[in-house]
C-alpha cells in the first residue's frame, strides 16, 4: 500500500473531511430534537433526550470498534500487509455484528435497568422506552459501522468516511420527519428512523469496501488464533478506557443535576460548545491515530514524531481559533439557545471555562488519538481510569464551591488525561525502532 505523505497539506487533506462529518454529527441530534419538538409534545421530547443518552452509553461502550479497527488497520498498512489489512474488516464487521445481534437479544434485560438507573418520572420514560427498543434494532448495523468506520480512518480514506455519515445522516433526517410527522409515531418513529439510517448505513458501507471482503476465502487469516487475541486484547482495553470516561461525564451530569434545573440547563448549553470543538479537533486526532499507525507499522520514530508535531500543531492552532471565537461570540450563542433569565446569567459567568477548556483539552484529545493509532490500550485504559477517579475525587472536594468547582473539576480531568497518558508517551517511542542512518 502507498505510503501517506507526511506534510501539513496532507494532514489538512486527510482532517478535513473528518471535521466536516463530524459537525454534522450535532446536526442529527438537532433534527430529532426539532422533529419532536415540533409536535408539541414535551414528555415526548424529554423520552428522546433520555432514550438517547441511554443508548449512547450502551452503544459507545463498543466504540473500541472504531478506535481498535484504525489503530490495528494503520499498523497493517503501514506494515505493507494488505492481507491482514483485509482481514481486519472483515473481522471488525463479524465482531460488530455479532455484538449487536447479542445486544438485541439482552434488550428485554438491558432496558429495564436502564431505566432504573436513569428514571425520567412516567411520561418521559412511557416515551422513551419505545424510542429505546427501535434504536435497539439498529444495534448490529450501528457497530459494524463503526468497524467500517475505523477501517476506513485507518487507510486514510477519510472522504469516504465523510460519504458515509452524510448518506447515514440525510436518511435519518428524511425519516424522522416521515416517521414522525406523516405517520405520527412520535418518539418510536424517531428511534425507528435512525435505526434504518444505520442499517442504510451499513449497506452503502458495505458497497464501498466491497472489493476488500474477499478476505472471507481465507478461513486461515481470518481466524488466526494470535491475531483474533490482539483484536480482543486492545479492543477490551479500549472498551474499559471508553466505560470510564463515560462514566465520568455522566458524573458531570450529575453533578450539575445536584445544583438544580437551573445549573443543570446553563451546563447543558454551555456542553455544546465543548463538543462541538471537540467535533472539530477529532479532526485532526483522528488523523494522528492513522498517521501514527503507519509509522509504527513502518517502524520509524522518525515518522512518529513528525506525525505527532504536525497534528499537534493544528490541534493547537485550531483550539486557539476556537478560544477567540467563543469570546467573541459565546454570549450571542447563550442568548439565542436560551431565554430564562437565571440561566443565561449562570452560563454567563461559567463561559470562561468552556473558552479555556479547547487549549487545556487539546493534549489529552491529541494523546488519545496517538494511543489509539498506537493501539496502545492498556494506556488508554489506565489513563482514563486514574482521570476519572482523580476527577471524581477533584469533584467531591469541590462541591462547596458549586457550580464554579463542578467546571473546575471537568477542566482538571483533562490536565489529568493528558498527564497520564504523557506519562506513557516515552515508553511508547522506545518501542519504536529508530531510523536508520
Known amino acids: 500500500m502507498p505510503a501517506l505523505p507526511l506534510t501539513r497539506r496532507s494532514i489538512f487533506a486527510q482532517a478535513w473531511p473528518i471535521m466536516l462529518g463530524q459537525t454534522t454529527v450535532p446536526l442529527v441530534g438537532l433534527v430529532d430534537t426539532a422533529v419532536i419538538g415540533r409536535t408539541g409534545d414535551a ?8 432514550g438517547t443518552t441511554i443508548i449512547n452509553f450502551i452503544f459507545w461502550s463498543f ?9 490495528m488497520t494503520a499498523q497493517a498498512a503501514g506494515a505493507g500487509d494488505r492481507a491482514e489489512t483485509d482481514a481486519l474488516l ?22 429495564p435497568i436502564a431505566f432504573h438507573l436513569l428514571a425520567g418520572g412516567a411520561d418521559v420514560d412511557a416515551s422513551a422506552r419505545p424510542y429505546v427498543a427501535a434504536r435497539f434494532l439498529g444495534a448490529p448495523a450501528s457497530l459494524a459501522v463503526f468497524a467500517i468506520n475505523g477501517w476506513l480512518l485507518g487507510l486514510g480514506r477519510t472522504r469516504a468516511a465523510l460519504a458515509l455519515q452524510i448518506v447515514m445522516n440525510l436518511v435519518n433526517a428524511g425519516l424522522d420527519i416521515l416517521f414522525v ?9 424517531v428511534g425507528l428512523g435512525t435505526a434504518c439510517a444505520e442499517w442504510t448505513a451499513l449497506l452503502v458501507g458495505l458497497a464501498l469496501v466491497a472489493p476488500h471482503l474477499h478476505a472471507l476465502k481465507d478461513r486461515a487469516s481470518l481466524f488466526d488464533r494470535a491475531k483474533i487475541r490482539r483484536l480482543f486484547a486492545v479492543n477490551a482495553d479500549i472498551m474499559i478506557r471508553t466505560v470510564a470516561l463515560l462514566l465520568m461525564f455522566g458524573w458531570f451530569t450529575n453533578a450539575g443535576a445536584r445544583m438544580g434545573a437551573t445549573t443543570l440547563a446553563a ?19 483522528f488523523t494522528a491515530e492513522s498517521r501514527v499507525g503507519h509509522a509504527i507499522g513502518g517502524g520509524s520514530r522518525r515518522d512518529l514524531t513528525r506525525a505527532i508535531r504536525l497534528t499537534g500543531e493544528f490541534c493547537l492552532a485550531t483550539a486557539a481559533i476556537a478560544c477567540v471565537l467563543i469570546a467573541l ?3 450571542v450563542g447563550i442568548d439565542l439557545l436560551v431565554t430564562d433569565p437565571g440561566v443565561r446569567a449562570q452560563a454567563a459567568a461559567l463561559l470562561p471555562f468552556v473558552m479555556l ?81
Open 63 to 71: 466504540g473500541f470498534l472504531r478506535m481498535g479497527m484504525t489503530g
Open 329 to 331: 461570540f459565546g454570549r
Open 357 to 437: 477548556l479547547p487549549l487545556i483539552g487539546t493534549p489529552a484529545w491529541l494523546l488519545d488519538g496517538v494511543f489509539i493509532g498506537a493501539t496502545a490500550g492498556r494506556a488508554l485504559r489506565n489513563a482514563a481510569i486514574l482521570s476519572t477517579v482523580a476527577y471524581i475525587a477533584t469533584d467531591l472536594a469541590l462541591r462547596p464551591w458549586g457550580a464554579v468547582g463542578i467546571w473546575i473539576a471537568l477542566t482538571a480531568s483533562y490536565v489529568y488525561r493528558a498527564v497520564a497518558l504523557g506519562a506513557f508517551l516515552p515508553g511508547l517511542l522506545a518501542k519504536v525502532a529508530r531510523e536508520p542512518a
Open 43 to 50: 414528555a415526548a421530547l424529554a423520552g428522546v433526550a433520555l
Open 181 to 189: 410527522w406523516h405517520f405520527h409515531w412520535g418518539a418510536r418513529g
Open 90 to 111: 472483515v473481522r471488525g464487521l463479524a465482531v460488530g455484528l455479532s455484538f449487536g445481534a447479542v445486544l438485541i437479544a439482552l434488550q428485554l434485560a438491558l432496558i
Open 267 to 285: 451546563q447543558q448549553v454551555l456542553m455544546q460548545a465543548v463538543g462541538i470543538v471537540a467535533f472539530v479537533l477529532d479532526g485532526f486526532a
